[in-house]
């Protein structure tokens, strides 16, 4: 469903939301309520061009009349019975202001009329499609009102009778579904053509009230295409009901399209006129003058037959106006175009023959537009003139201005016109500089972070190799002494022998290398949570010694260093090592980073040569005293 407040708000001409505006003023001060109906709300929620206005009060239209009258509207004409004024506000926009109300039929075509609320007059309307209303009071407005389902009926382009007896009770409804099969394309109900065929049978057209025939011919002169609707009415054989005088043949067919692709043009350059009387004029031009009198007399509103007769007059005066040498500058020309009578210059451009009057309108239809090309949008922008501003629109529009009259032809001058309008620039951005102590001191944290997150990842492989080593940290010549790649290798061993026994005993041939001297296995890939350090490889007792020879990741060493290393899980507080609860195995090069990360404070200090007092922190011995002295402890402990 539409929202339509927007819908009011944006489909709807500059004009007919001033009108709208006035007549609200105006039912607030009286105490009413009024409602947007009938031909309206069905063309804003089908998407058609809404080119005239009904609105239903809950009193008595006729006593807004004054006030009305007061606000600037024109008074076309009145109907006592139905209490209903028809008025014409600026811009030509056509408005119906009705009484809400109820009708009974005593005669076919003959109403009685009862004053009631806004509920029933709905209920009482010709097909469900204009049996919708929008709420214009305070508190509900752009509420939709659709007791009838008439939307669901609008978007199935569907016309369906509110009222099963209606083309007996009001036989012009017949003339009517015509007329909306002619302009919108719609299609009849099958229940509502077959009511439609049984009425015209029994001839109940003959029931048609004068003010009934007078509103349906002046309706085809306020169509969009007056002859298709002349022609359609003429087939069905109503014309002849109507005014049998008035014949499509009586139309002049090639000015009726020249009128509206002029229309078309005006439209495109913001001119919006109304081509009633126009083209009742061409829909008319062959009618002998008795016929043609006798037609207009007929017509609902005297003062469309006005403004319908004094077209000629409206064109000369804005002819004089436009020749006049006071309005020679282009800008107060296009101006002229733009602010007078809309309905004049329509006529005026259709009509005219002065070769003067000619060139004024081929610049305002094809020349000017041309202009707008020139609008320099770029230099605007770097103005920071943008359409978020309110007054954009009117900055566009006097840059044309200027530009019409052969102004801003240099940057400079654009540039000159332009600051005014020019909005301050934005104060400069404010960037807070650190120092770089600042920047050393964040780098710093963010790298003891590191330390920490790494440090809790390898707290699991801590507690394994105290476990292996004996367990209490007081204990400092288990962990100064026994070298952590010894211990590894034994746990190594004891977990592949099942695995790997073919490859145990080709090794056990070899002669066992000595232990200060033994050779550095390669370096095992990384593992999961102990990422590769430089300090690792300084921790590694053998690091500067001799390049050791390639040996697949999990072969394991010779059974001879690992019965040596056995005394070590019986020292003081050691737990004997179980071969049903085995500790994860443990690759040399991640034990020493282990012990690198076990020894070393929190800020990166020299990593130092007794763990147990890192206060006192010594750099690492070169690695040749540090392989002397790993097997002497051992043999000093047994």
Known sequence: ??????????????????????????????????????????????????????????????????????????????????????????????????????????????????????????????????????????????????????????????????????????????????????????????????????????????????????????????????????????????????????????????????????????????????????????????????????????????????????????????????????????????????????EAVLWLGFTSKDSAVKAKYELFLKTWPEVRQRIPYAQMQEMRITPELANYNEILHQIFLQLIDGHLNTPEETKAFLEPYSPPAPPPQITIKRSRAKRAEKVKEKSFDEQEEESEESGDDEEDLDDIGGGDDDDEPLDLKIPKSDLEEEIDEEESDEEEESEDEDEEEKPAPKRGKQAAKPEPKPAKHAPEKAPAAKAAPAAKSKPEPAKPEKKTPPAAPAKKAAPAPAAKHAPPVKHAAKPKAKTPAKAAQVKAHASKPAHKSVPSKKPAAPAKAKPHPPAKHAAKKAPAKPAKKR
Request: aromatic share 8%; charged share 25%.
């Open 1 to 342: 469903m539409p929202d339509y407040i927007y819908l009011l708000e944006n489909r709807l001409s500059a004009d007919q939301q001033n009108a709208l505006r006035q007549l609200r003023e105006a039912a607030r001060e009286a105490g009413t309520l009024l409602f947007l109906t009938g031909d309206a709300v069905r063309d804003l929620t089908s998407g058609h061009a809404v080119r005239e206005i009904e609105v239903s009060v809950q009193a008595n239209a006729l006593k807004l009349k004054k006030p009305i009258e007061k606000l600037g509207a024109q008074v076309w004409g009145e109907d006592e019975a139905s209490h209903t004024l028809y008025l014409c506000f600026p811009g030509t926009v056509r408005v119906d202001l009705i009484s809400t109300h109820h009708r009974d039929y005593p005669k076919p075509g003959r109403p009685a009329y009862h004053f009631s609320s806004i509920q029933e007059d709905l209920r009482r309307r010709d097909f469900t499609a204009n049996a919708m209303a929008i709420s214009l009071n305070e508190g509900s407005y752009g509420l939709l009102m659709d007791p009838l389902n008439g939307a669901a009926d609008i978007e199935a382009r569907t016309l369906r009778l509110v009222s099963n007896y209606g083309f007996l009770e009001e036989p012009s409804l017949m003339i009517r579904a015509i007329r909306y099969k002619a302009r919108l394309g719609w299609e009849l109900d099958p229940r509502t053509q077959q009511r439609y065929e049984n009425a015209k049978a029994e001839n109940i057209i003959e029931s048609l009230s004068e003010h009934d025939k007078s509103f349906e011919l002046e309706q085809i002169g306020h169509e969009d295409d007056g002859l298709r609707v002349l022609r359609a009415l003429e087939a069905e054989g109503w014309m002849k009901v109507l005014c049998p005088a008035w014949t499509s043949s009586k139309a002049d067919e090639e000015k009726l399209n020249a009128l509206h692709d002029l229309r078309v043009q005006l439209q495109m350059q913001g001119v919006h006129p109304d081509m009633s009387a126009a083209q009742m004029q061409l829909l008319t031009a062959k009618m002998a003058p008795k016929d043609l009198a006798s037609l207009k007399k007929q017509l609902l509103r005297p003062g469309f037959v006005e403004e319908w007769n004094s077209l000629d007059s409206l064109a000369a005066g804005f002819a004089k106006v436009l020749l006049n040498k006071a309005n020679s500058t282009p800008s107060v020309t296009y101006k002229l175009f733009t602010t007078h009578d809309p």
